[in-house]
């Protein structure tokens, strides 16, 4: 158990809808990453928040934003949702949002879009 | 951001070592190279990190030569359990994001 929690485990929705994941960081951790696996394009880093403010963005596409909240929990808004938007989304926590700290990523939710 | 280079699989039998290795060409000064571990379904674990030399942990060690354009990740007496994917990652405080690239997938075999 990393610490990290992520919520929910599954959801499966339909095309265009939109859906809310939740991540909250080991206790103590400042930074929150996010990331999304498919089969096809592996682990793509999505975005990074640092208590509060975006730090780093990655493959972030636009239909999808995230925020970190003062408790330093983080949620994930993917809207408009397609087919190619079925995934595991992971967030992971460090101490401080320097790359080499290390990354506990929580369990994943997974997404299935019908 | 240096590009990494790693068998895309190996497979290994229990109890023996597994030394998976990755190829950096690129890597600049201030570059450390870090591995990760997922298993199905499941998050990235940090395994091991390292600059140049040898580190050693409880779980793995990481040889790095002194041109620090290749990296091994050492496995002892692999067990079934050790079966998953491993990522080695070049990061370094100057980028923005981390790349993970495609792994190795190791499967040990009984």
């Known amino acids: 158990d990393s610490g990290v929690t992520q919520t929910p485990k599954h959801l499966i929705t339909a095309t265009g809808q939109r859906v809310t994941l939740r991540c909250s960081p080991r206790?103590?951790?400042?930074?929150v990453y996010w990331y999304q696996q498919s089969l096809d394009q592996g682990l793509q880093f999505l975005i990074q928040y640092y208590n509060g403010e975006e730090r780093a963005k990655g493959n972030i596409l636009e239909r999808f934003s995230a925020q970190q909240f003062p408790d330093l929990h983080s949620e994930l808004n993917l809207s408009s949702l397609e087919l190619g938007d079925s995934a595991l989304y992971f967030c992971?926590?460090?101490?401080?949002?320097?790359?080499?700290?290390?990354?506990?990523f929580g369990p994943g939710t997974r997404l299935t879009v019908l | 951001l240096a590009k990494t280079t790693q068998p895309i699989s190996m497979d290994s039998y229990e109890g023996q070592e597994v030394n998976i290795t990755c190829s950096h060409n690129n890597i600049a000064t201030n570059d450390y190279i870090t591995w990760y571990q997922q298993f199905p379904s499941q998050g990235p674990r940090f395994i091991i990190q390292g600059y140049k030399t040898k580190v050693t942990n409880e779980v793995a060690s990481l040889f790095i030569p002194a041109d620090r354009k290749s990296s091994t990740l050492s496995l002892p007496r692999v067990s079934l359990s050790d079966t998953a994917v491993y990522y080695c990652?070049?990061?370094?405080?100057?980028?923005?994001?981390?790349?993970f690239g495609k792994g190795t997938r190791l499967h040990i075999l009984p």
């Open positions: 990652l070049v990061v370094t405080n100057r980028d923005d994001k981390i790349i």
């Open positions: 992971a926590s460090s101490v401080v949002g320097d790359l080499l700290d290390t990354q506990y």
């Open positions: 206790s103590g951790d400042l930074s």
